[in-house]
């Protein structure tokens, strides 16, 4: 997409979060701080230009991060790479390629953001979440490998993103 296109779907998102009262600031993630996206919709285009605090999360903020997330990422990983993969690699190898490349793109911030307060676990805990990452990507390769219906998929991905805080002490 262009980049005045990138604006407005970044500009569309923050509106819809702002009607519904949702704002990614009071997730207790670090993905603010990370700007490992290119475009977010409260730091991008914020009115005051700086980083929204960190504060509490609820559980609303997670279902909406995981729509948001699970539509979104699952074009890229799924959408694109995927078909080219299945190619040359078979399925279930495309999926552990697609989950360990995935998990490594999310262990990078994570490390940024939860290294310090996970100290010398951090690598385990890194480790044991790429490996999780990599059998559900196989089951969603699966899963859109039977039915090529990206939909599922991103529905997949949606359900994996929205239940992740259950998982989290």
């Not at 980083?51 to 799924?78: K, Y």
């Not at 999310?106 to 044991?128: E, K, M, N």
């Not at 196989?138 to 992740?164: E, K, P, Y």
């Amino acid at each position: 997409p262009s980049p005045g296109r990138l604006m407005k779907l970044t500009k569309m998102t923050r509106e819809i979060l702002r009607k519904y009262g949702l704002s990614a600031s009071e997730s207790m993630t670090m993905c603010l701080a990370c700007t490992g996206c290119d475009l977010t919709p409260e730091t991008s285009i914020a009115e005051s230009g700086g980083l929204p605090r960190q504060g509490r999360s609820s559980g609303r903020h997670h279902i909406v991060g995981g729509l948001l997330a699970g539509f979104i990422e699952e074009i890229g990983w799924t959408g694109f790479p995927l078909p080219k993969l299945r190619a040359h690699h078979g399925i279930i190898l495309s999926g552990i390629i697609l989950g360990v490349i995935g998990g490594a793109w999310h262990g990078l911030p994570d490390y940024w953001g939860s290294s310090y307060a996970y100290g010398s676990l951090w690598f385990p805990r890194i480790t044991l979440w790429i490996a999780a990452l990599t059998a559900y990507r196989v089951v969603i390769a699966w899963v859109h490998d039977q039915t090529r219906s990206l939909l599922l998929a991103q529905l997949m991905q949606t359900g994996f993103v929205a239940g992740q805080p259950i998982m989290i002490p």
